[in-house]
């Protein structure tokens, strides 16, 4: 039982170290491509992949599919129906430039508000400053007074 618990967690934690090299095998199959024709068993997913050279070849495809730049701004104006390179498209992607730049400086101004609330709560952590206790009063000795014959002395 305990040897087939440790087999599975050492497959959960090679999976993706497997997985990820396929997609690096496959970046690097369609980076060395030379003709359109060897790309056309590969998904957009795998056209836009990051880590693909954008040599000539694969540039020519993504163009032939529509994916522009592969972003998803360029995808979501092509869906809107805007063909790349016409006003529409880039009042399109201008909208979603100025959106995204709106909402990190929301973001931003929200981070700082949550940095000054925990500044603020840090403070509140902090003990209390000692407040200052008046020195109190001397305490008095009673007098001890003694009477020598005709006189008497207090202290």
């Keep these: 039982m305990r040897k087939n618990a440790m087999m599975i967690i050492m497959l959960a934690l090679a999976a993706p170290a497997f997985l990820s090299g396929c997609g690096l095998a496959r ?15 590969f998904r957009d997913k795998d056209l836009c992949n990051p880590h693909v050279d954008e040599t000539a070849v694969v540039l020519k495809e993504r163009a032939a599919r529509g994916l522009g730049d592969c ?6 104006c092509v869906r ?3 063909a790349p390179g016409t006003d529409g498209y880039l009042r399109c992607r201008s909208s979603i430039e100025q959106r995204k730049a709106a909402q990190a ?11 000054q609330i925990g500044a603020m709560g840090q403070q509140m952590m902090q003990p209390p400053a000692a407040v ?6 001397a305490i008095r000795q009673p007098l001890v007074c003694n009477h020598y014959r005709n006189q008497t002395i207090c202290q």
């Design 27 to 41: 970046s690097k199959e369609i980076s060395a491509a030379t003709a359109p024709a060897q790309l056309a068993q």
């Design 71 to 76: 972003t998803v701004e360029h995808v979501q």
């Design 80 to 82: 809107t129906g805007f």
């Design 105 to 115: 400086v929301q973001s931003s101004a929200e981070a700082e508000r949550w940095a």
């Design 132 to 137: 200052p206790v008046a020195p109190s009063p």
